[in-house]
């Protein structure tokens, strides 16, 4: 199955759970999203979201895989902290040529993340991991924020 087609797939679920209760919360629907992006796509070694918790601070939220994350992450560190800093997504083909990398598996070849916006605010990111190098894309870049936009 193609890149896209199997977004397209996962969006469809993605959908019909997170229809099933309006009311849920921000955090429920970034922790059903996480799972189903994890066991969606088996290679991607963490999947998740880190929120904003005071002016220059990330926090892990709800994330799916083995990886032991950050904790917290300064603005000022790491991808994550880039994103945020430069209010844009970031791809990273190689962590290993990147100089703000923040490595928390060795396994790691490429990341990519993308800011949560609520009202023109980031409200946090999107982080996701792969073992594979130059894994992600401008289709990724596509559907991963579409996905987002279902929080």
């Not at 790691?108 to 609520?118: A, G, N």
């Amino acid at each position: 199955m193609i890149k896209k087609e199997k977004y397209i797939k996962v969006i469809e679920k993605l959908k019909l759970v997170l229809k099933t209760d309006p009311e849920l919360s921000i955090n429920a629907k970034m922790s059903m999203i996480s799972s189903i992006l994890h066991h969606s796509y088996r290679h991607w070694l963490f999947c998740g979201f880190y929120n904003i918790i005071n002016k220059n601070i990330l926090e892990i939220g709800p994330y799916q895989g083995e990886i032991l994350p950050c904790s917290h992450i300064e603005f000022s560190r790491g991808v994550c902290g880039e994103a945020v800093t430069k209010k844009k997504s970031i791809i990273v083909n190689d962590v290993s040529k990147y100089d703000n990398y923040i490595s928390c598996d060795s396994q790691t070849k490429s990341e990519i993340v993308i800011p949560i916006l609520k009202k023109d605010s980031i409200i946090g990111v999107l982080d996701i991991d792969s073992c594979i190098e130059s894994d992600f894309d401008k289709v990724d870049l596509k559907f991963l924020t579409e996905i987002i936009y279902l929080i």
